[in-house]
């Protein structure tokens, strides 16, 4: 697996790394067990906080340094990358906030303390983190376990290893000791050596429903906790009351951001047929004015795609669903040139029969659907194999949370496309995995519950 920085606007490339040898890996495993067992676990939460809050700090001091090597190694707009690195340090501000009192001990007795629940951190934990956000996923993985005590490991894609190495020099920077946060460039072979090693305690994921079958398996095999949060193919319902101009706007938000690279971008566009001509006509315009350029000018809208081969799939797919029935309202095809860009693409008739009707469509491609009512349009939406997110446009807000409760996804958002923010749980069900992180529930995954009661 070549670690390798290609910039997907010109196709240069900025920077190769090598992976961790053998000797190199188990190095970084003893290390990181050694801090576990005689450091990090036994500091207080005040005592992590320190750092943790040195590295959210140091995160903003070097925000345009960091924010720049986004855009020049997976294609983000500058503007897009500058963001996820403040939400990346408030993550890490979050925790180390908050930890101690998601983590208080929990009095079962009605009187006096004799029978209590406490949690205590596991260990070493492995993180295997994709490219699309290669701050924000670090942080919502390290941030929550870093304050629960446990001490993290973290494969990172193949495409962001300087992203990779700026994260973890900003938490070496920030005064974690050795091994309490360690940044890996290994291989498929080895990610399986480390989830089958005794040392590892848990494993979290974030990718594609393949990976995460493959080390669901493994973990469980090991019996050790797992964590994944898959793929996506968020539902956009639109009801008649809607007003369409904030639909509208916040669907091509939902759709475009991260030039439609989001496990939680809004995907499938489905509208009460009543106002289904005046959704997509303002929809295709507004698609219409999105333009290619370099991600580092503050003047593009249209960012290209994370690789050359994340293009070519992307094409493809859309062939395939033209091949099985579909129509190509808007796009359809890349742009030509050295960059990985993509037309911003609106699909209608894609029936149930296609292909790709249940598949997720990773870049700005949207699938627009007409149904005759709201049992319907939630209906369509459940269709899915996926279950992570999705969002309801409506001015009844009661009727949208009715909705919502209908909804088989782990998020639904009313009035907007999907947003992340430390505060609110994140994650699905189905194939989009099993889990959350953020809130408080992303600091509960890898601790022990323990009871312990005076009799």
């Known amino acids: 697996m070549a670690y390798q920085s290609i910039n997907p606007f010109n196709g240069k490339t900025l920077a190769s790394f090598d992976e961790h040898g053998r000797d ?49 190694e997976m294609g983000k707009l500058i503007a897009q990358a500058a963001g996820e690195v403040a939400l990346s340090a408030a993550i890490l501000d979050y925790y180390a906030d908050n930890a101690e009192q998601f983590l208080a001990p929990e009095q079962l ?65 920030a005064g974690a000791p050795a091994g309490a946060y360690s940044n890996l ?35 469980g095999k090991n019996l050790k906790k797992s964590t994944l949060e898959l ?15 904030k639909a509208v706007k916040c669907a091509v938000a939902g759709r475009m951001g991260n030039s439609g690279q989001a496990c939680t971008a809004s995907k499938r566009f489905i509208v009460l047929e009543s106002v289904a001509d005046r959704f997509l006509e303002k929809f295709q315009q507004a698609m219409g004015k999105f333009s290619p350029g370099d991600p580092l000018d503050e003047k593009t809208t249209l960012a290209p795609l994370s690789t050359r081969q994340a293009l070519d799939d992307l094409v493809d797919q859309v062939d395939r669903a033209v091949a099985g029935g579909a129509s190509v309202l808007m796009g359809g095809s890349r742009i030509p040139g050295d960059g990985a860009f993509m037309q911003p ?22 699938m627009f659907f007409r149904v005759p009512d709201e049992d319907a349009a939630v ?40 947003v992340s923010k430390p505060e609110l749980p994140f994650g699905g069900v189905k194939n989009s995995g099993y889990g959350r992180e953020l809130s408080s529930a992303g600091i509960d995954e890898f601790v022990n519950k323990k009871l312990i009661r005076v009799a």
Request: some cysteine; aromatic content about 8%; hydrophobic content about 45%.
């Open 185 to 219: 460039f290994i291989s498929k072979d080895q990610i399986s050596q480390l989830i089958d090693d005794p040392r590892i305690r848990g494993v979290a994921l974030t990718g594609s429903e393949g990976a995460g079958a493959v080390v669901a398996a493994q973990a």
């Open 24 to 72: 190199e890996l188990d190095n970084k495993l003893q290390a990181a067990q050694r801090c576990f067992d005689h450091d990090w676990r036994q500091r207080s939460y005040a005592e992590r906080a320190i750092v943790v809050k040195r590295a959210a700090a140091l995160m903003r001091e070097r925000a345009d340094e960091l924010a720049k090597l986004i855009t020049l």
């Open 109 to 173: 007795d009605a009187t006096g303390n004799r029978t209590m629940v406490e949690s205590s951190p596991l260990g070493v934990l492995l993180g295997i983190e994709p490219w699309n956000y290669p701050y924000y996923q670090i942080a919502r993985f390290a941030a929550p376990n870093l304050m629960a005590g446990n001490v993290v490991m973290v494969k990172h894609a193949s495409n962001v290893p300087q992203c990779a190495l700026a994260f973890e020099k900003c938490m070496l920077d």
């Open 379 to 418: 209906a369509l939406a459940n269709d899915s194999p996926f279950g992570l997110g999705g969002s309801i446009m409506t001015q009844d807000i009661e009727r949208g949370r009715r909705l919502a409760r209908r909804i088989d996804t782990g998020m639904v958002f009313i009035n907007s496309a999907a």
């Open 345 to 366: 693409t609106i699909l209608t008739d894609v029936a149930a029969d296609n292909p790709t009707f249940r598949e997720e469509f990773f870049g700005p491609v949207a």
């Open 231 to 245: 793929g996506g193919s968020d539902a956009f319902i639109v009801l008649e009351d809607a007003d369409l101009d």
